[in-house]
Structures are given as C-alpha cells and as structure tokens.
C-alpha cells in the first residue's frame, strides 16, 4: 500500500501521484532548462547560417501548459504502475498512532486505520520559508513555479542551492531579469571550485548575484500577474540595509524534512530534532526495526531522486528477495541543471583532502571549449574538468568534476567507470571520441599542484 496525500503549497498548489521530482522538480525543471538551452541555440543558429525573418519571443504561458500536460501523463503511469503491480494507492495522509498502525486522513477529513508488518518512510521534504513579514503571503517556490500561470518577470531567487541557481539560470535564459541573493555559500556541500565556476558562467548570461544579504520583509507595492514586491535585506556580515524591487520572489534556502506530523515520536522511531531527518543504518532500518525510510528524510545522504530509488529497490530485494547488496551512497552521480551544467561522482575536492590528506592525492584539471561553441564565437574555455585520484589506492578516481554542455549525459557513463574502479591510467588509455567533451578526459596531463595553465590547446 502507498499513502500520498500532498498538503497544498502556501500558495494553494498540490499536485498529483509521483512525488517532487515528478511534479515540482527534476522533470518541470529539465525541460524548462531545455527551453531556455533552446534559446540559446536559436542565437548560435545565425552564426551557422540560419536566418530568422521574425523577432522570435518566449511565450510562458505555452511552455507551461505544454510541461504540465506532460507531468499530468505521468501521474497517470504512475496509478497504472501501482494498479497492475496490485499495490494499493491510497490518496491519504498517513499517521502513526501505535505500533504498526496508521491512521490514513483523505482530504475531506475521512480517517481509516491500517496495519501492516513493515512501514517505509519516504515522505520528502518541502521547501522552507525564512520566517519574515511577507514570505508566505507574497513569496512563491519551487512548489509553485513550474505551474506558474503567467510569467515571473524580474525575479529575486533567494538562496544559494542546486534548486536555487538552476531556477535563476533557466529564468534568466528565458529573458528574464535575474537576481541572486545569497546569505553565504553557493552549492553548499558542492565543491566550492566548481560552484564558482558555476556562478561566473551565469554571470556572463546576466544573472546578478547579491553575496552575504538576507531579506528581512517582503512588501506587495502592486497586485498583479505578476505584481511588484520591495525586498528589504540586511549584510550578514555588518548592518547594511539594501531594498530591491521585483515582480516575482523565489525562495530556494533549503528544504525541510515531512517527519514532524506523521506520529513517529509515538512509536519511538529516533529523529534528528534540528533537520527532522532519520538516522538509519547501513540497511535503511531505522530505531524501530520494522520501519524503514529512504530518500531525502534519511540523515547524512544525498537528496535526490535515483538515490532514493535505488535505495528503495535494494531494501525491497533484501527485504523480499533474499539479496544482500546495499546502497553506495558515495559514488552517487549528480548534476546541477543550470545553463552551463556541472556533473559530478564521487568527492568534492573539499572532502576528498579531509578524507585522504592533501599529500595523498592528485587533482589533474583542464579548461575547455566545445567545437559547437567555437563558431558561434562564445564563451572560449570557460568548461571546466577535473578528477581527484588517490596516489596510494592504485591511483583511483576518487572524485569527477565537469562544467559544460550535456554534463549529465557525460557524468553518467564516468560513474559507471568509477563503480568498477576506474584508476587515472585506464583514462590515458582509452581512446576519445573525436571531436566531443567527454574526451578531455582521456587527455588530462596538467595537474593543479604544477601551477601550469589549464587553458585547452589545440582542438
């Protein structure tokens, strides 16, 4: 049995069957990073001979209607799933009231109790608020924007997170006005290079960034679609006051945990009493043997969708099947979607020193420039690769690092490479495709500690 009942937003947004990446994450927000990539192309397009004989102009309404109608397909897959599967889909919201006993509450107050064996966890967690005058009242996030029924105009993204510059990056490629605000450290968990690197790229692209300020009131000036807001913000690092005016203001500061309500302080499951998230072992078990959590709840993993999945369908094996393999939560491949996008496995350079010690590592790195790039006369070598090996592991890849185009669909086949153990020898000796981005990995001969350039030679 499955219990999904979404509490509306602040705004009054909910959605259906498949849960954040589906309907408020990884899915809306790809495909408008797609839109705004295809705004891009349309420009480089001139430079390869097309002619346009119209002015071309986005239109949001279009884009998210079209988004839309697609998570709505998907929400259907997702009940014949569960229908053909003979899982039980109850549209309720779950609570523990004793040991292995629910009370399931729908959305017109009507409770049922169940019982059962064994519970998983795997609640999520919905955006933050800052707890100031204004921000549930004017402010929207990411619970609302991919349904946004008009169009954002200039936009205040708060909050230095995946979520936060992914959004600012696909904004501002839609020709929008973007501002950053940022109260201290961009991609927060990230490696603090790339997350620098990330940043000056969206600042070619027009995205301003607002370092070490925090909003303290958000003001309505004007109602509207959008309206206009004033945001008043303070340093944190003295007593500097700025105000700002926007139409739309995105809050992107964190997500919380939804452990708080579902009862788990009267069975005794252990939680995390500042993030509310659960510790659990290395099997996913949790204080109480028989409940079980997996995804962005459990404490000290990595919050995103296929790491849940995959840890949801290795406790099921185990559970049901008889298997024993567990989840690998260090090599857990990545990808933050913003205009220039950053794929990376394994440790960030940060983590990898604390682990290992400077001394006992290798960091090999490279700028680079996509072919595709080079006619329309744009942004020479501002990607960016790295990898981190251990010298005394056989010298191990430890930790892959890449700032470009498609960098998912690169980091992808690396995180494979590195599952089986890929040493920095076994990319010298592989041949690269010619001419692709991938293939400055096979060619890596600067190392950091050189201090030679990094900037690409040749083709």
Same mark, same amino acid.
């Given at each position: 049995?499955?219990?999904?009942l979404?509490?509306?937003?602040?705004?009054?947004?909910?959605?259906? +069957?498949?849960?954040?990446?589906?309907?408020?994450?990884?899915? &809306?927000?790809?495909?408008?990073?797609?839109?705004?990539?295809?705004?891009?192309?349309?420009?480089?397009?001139?430079?390869?001979?097309?002619?346009?004989?119209?002015?071309?102009?986005?239109?949001?309404?279009t884009?998210?209607?079209?988004?839309?109608?697609?998570?709505?397909?998907?929400?259907?897959?997702?009940q014949?799933?569960?229908?053909?599967?003979?899982?039980?889909?109850?549209?309720?919201?779950?609570?523990?009231?004793?040991?292995?006993k629910?009370?399931?509450?729908?959305?017109?107050?009507?409770?049922?109790?169940?019982?059962?064996?064994?519970?998983?966890?795997?609640?999520?967690?919905?955006?933050?608020?800052?707890?100031?005058?204004?921000?549930?009242?004017?402010?929207?996030?990411?619970?609302?924007?991919?349904?946004?029924?008009?169009?954002?105009?200039?936009?205040?993204?708060?909050?230095?997170?995946?979520?936060?510059?992914?959004?600012?990056?696909?904004?501002?490629?839609?020709?929008?006005?973007?501002?950053?605000?940022?109260?201290?450290?961009?991609?927060?968990?990230?490696?603090?290079?790339?997350?620098?690197?990330?940043?000056s790229?969206?600042?070619? +692209?027009?995205?301003?960034? +607002?370092?070490?300020?925090?909003?303290?009131?958000?003001?309505? +000036?004007?109602?509207?679609? &959008?309206?206009?807001?004033?945001?008043?913000?303070?340093?944190?690092?003295?007593? /500097?006051?700025?105000?700002?005016?926007?139409?739309?203001?995105?809050?992107?500061?964190?997500?919380?945990?939804?452990?708080?309500?579902?009862?788990?302080?009267?069975?005794?499951?252990?939680?995390?009493?500042?993030?509310?998230?659960?510790p659990?072992?290395?099997?996913?078990?949790?204080?109480? &043997?028989?409940?079980?959590?997996?995804?962005?709840?459990?404490?000290?993993? &990595?919050?995103?969708?296929?790491?849940?999945?995959?840890?949801?369908?290795?406790?099921?094996?185990?559970?049901?099947?008889?298997?024993?393999?567990?989840c690998?939560?260090?090599?857990?491949p990545?990808?933050?979607?913003?205009?220039?996008?950053?794929?990376?496995?394994?440790?960030?350079?940060?983590?990898a020193?604390?682990?290992?010690?400077k001394?006992?590592?290798?960091?090999?790195?490279?700028?680079?420039?996509?072919? /595709?790039?080079?006619?329309?006369?744009?942004?020479?070598?501002?990607?960016?690769?790295?990898?981190?090996?251990?010298?005394?592991?056989?010298?191990?890849?430890?930790?892959?690092?890449v700032?470009?185009?498609?960098?998912g669909?690169?980091?992808?086949?690396?995180?494979?490479?590195?599952?089986?153990?890929?040493?920095?020898?076994?990319?010298?000796?592989?041949?690269?495709?010619?001419?692709?981005?991938?293939?400055?990995?096979?060619?890596?001969?600067?190392?950091?500690?050189?201090?030679?350039?990094?900037?690409?030679?040749?083709?």
């Open positions: 049995m499955v219990l999904d979404v509490v509306p937003s602040p705004q009054g947004t909910s959605w259906g +069957l498949g849960g954040t990446c589906v309907n408020v994450g990884c899915i &809306p927000k790809k495909l408008m990073h797609q839109a705004a990539l295809l705004g891009q192309a349309l420009t480089d397009s001139r430079k390869f001979g097309w002619e346009c004989s119209q002015q071309v102009k986005h239109n949001w309404e884009m998210t209607e079209a988004i839309q109608k697609h998570v709505g397909s998907l929400n259907r897959s997702y014949r799933a569960l229908r053909e599967k003979a899982v039980a889909y109850v549209n309720s919201y779950g609570e523990f009231v004793e040991h292995h629910i009370k399931a509450t729908n959305g017109k107050g009507q409770e049922t109790y169940y019982t059962a064996a064994k519970f998983v966890i795997a609640t999520g967690e919905r955006p933050r608020y800052l707890g100031i005058q204004g921000d549930k009242e004017y402010c929207i996030t990411s619970d609302d924007l991919f349904s946004l029924p008009y169009c954002p105009g200039a936009t205040l993204v708060v909050g230095g997170s995946s979520v936060a510059l992914e959004c600012a990056g696909f904004l501002a490629g839609l020709g929008l006005e973007v501002t950053v605000m940022v109260s201290s450290q961009l991609l927060q968990g990230f490696d603090q290079e790339m997350a620098e690197k990330v940043a790229s969206m600042q070619q +692209l027009g995205v301003r960034f +607002l370092r070490k300020f925090v909003p303290v009131e958000v003001q309505q +000036l004007e109602k509207g679609s &959008p309206g206009k807001l004033k945001v008043v913000a303070k340093s944190t690092e003295g007593t /500097e006051m700025i105000e700002g005016l926007y139409n739309t203001v995105l809050l992107a500061i964190g997500r919380d945990s939804c452990t708080k309500k579902i009862g788990l302080e009267k069975i005794g499951v252990k939680v995390n009493e500042k993030t509310g998230k659960i659990v072992n290395d099997v996913e078990q949790s204080s109480v &043997p028989y409940v079980y959590a997996v995804g962005d709840v459990v404490e000290g993993q &990595p919050e995103l969708m296929p790491v849940a999945v995959q840890a949801g369908r290795l406790l099921a094996r185990r559970l049901f099947g008889g298997r024993l393999e567990k690998d939560y260090i090599n857990a990545t990808v933050v979607f913003t205009p220039l996008e950053y794929g990376c496995c394994g440790y960030a350079e940060e983590k020193v604390e682990v290992y010690r001394e006992n590592l290798e960091v090999y790195h490279t700028l680079f420039w996509p072919l /595709e790039w080079t006619v329309a006369c744009r942004d020479s070598n501002t990607c960016y690769a790295k990898i981190i090996y251990s010298k005394f592991d056989n010298d191990r890849v430890i930790g892959f690092h700032l470009g185009p498609k960098a669909e690169i980091t992808q086949g690396f995180a494979a490479a590195m599952k089986c153990g890929l040493t920095k020898q076994l990319l010298d000796d592989t041949i690269g495709i010619h001419p692709t981005c991938a293939q400055v990995f096979t060619t890596l001969e600067i190392t950091k500690s050189s201090g030679l350039d990094a900037t690409q030679k040749g083709c």
